[in-house]
């Protein structure tokens, strides 16, 4: 009596792998949900908020939207952020909870300028982060287009860094005589710098610029 088995597959040297490489942008979006959905469970009636964790998730959701940002890349859930900023602007007081929100919103102000959001909302969340900044900062004459400087800082150039060739200049501030804090935001792609460039800052006092005195080295930068 003969029994009829059935005949193997060749193998065809096709392999599972069982450690699927994630990409970095993904695993950007997912924290992105995952921090939205906790921070609008902070704004649910009832539910008691934690200013630490506030502060922690938002420093967190505005990594994510930087990092979205510098790839140039919107995540889906884009358009939940305009209804919890308003509420953030609305209810949040403390000072952690608003020195947080100050922060996050220098993120979405950048996303406003690259298209995350419709006009309306765009529009309104500038006003907010207007708004917030006032609070912090003594805003000053701000030039952030690209390539854009004070006249005083080709000057300068020339005079005390002959050898260094001006590149392209991201931002430049002219902040105000006297005390305060004076703040410009703005976002680095990975097309504006090559990787293999460096980024430099240069503070001085342009009022005289005669001697090498008017050069600022500002600590801890």
């Known amino acids: 009596m003969s029994t009829n088995t059935p005949s193997q597959l060749p193998d065809s040297g096709a392999q599972t792998n069982p450690n699927p490489v994630v990409s970095p942008s993904l695993v950007n979006f997912y924290r992105i ?12 009636p009832g539910n008691p908020t934690d200013s630490f964790d506030f502060f922690n998730l938002c420093l ?3 990594r994510g939207i930087d990092y979205a940002l510098a790839n140039g890349e ?26 947080a929100v100050m922060v996050l919103m220098i993120s979405v102000k950048n ?9 309306e909302d765009a529009e309104e969340l500038l006003t907010i982060a207007e708004e917030i900044g006032k ?21 300068i ?20 005589p006297g005390y305060g804090a004076s703040a410009v935001d703005f976002h680095i792609t990975k097309n ?22 008017c050069l600022i080295s500002p600590q801890h930068v």
């Open 157 to 176: 150039m020339e005079r005390f860094y002959p050898y260094m060739k001006l590149g392209r200049v991201i931002v430049s501030i002219e902040a105000k």
């Open 192 to 213: 504006n710098v090559q990787p293999d460039k460096k980024i430099y800052l240069l503070v001085a006092q342009i009022d005289n610029i005669e001697t090498s005195a």
């Open 135 to 155: 609070i912090y900062c003594t805003l000053g004459n701000a030039i952030a287009e690209p390539n854009s400087c004070h006249p005083a800082v080709l000057t």
């Open 60 to 62: 967190s959701l505005s």
């Open 111 to 119: 996303a406003c300028t690259n298209g995350w959001f419709q006009k």
């Open 33 to 44: 949900t995952k921090v939205l959905d906790r921070l609008a469970n902070h704004f649910l």
């Open 74 to 99: 919107i995540p889906q859930k884009a358009n939940e952020l305009p209804i919890l900023m308003k509420q953030m602007y609305q209810r949040k007081t403390d000072e952690l909870s608003l020195a």
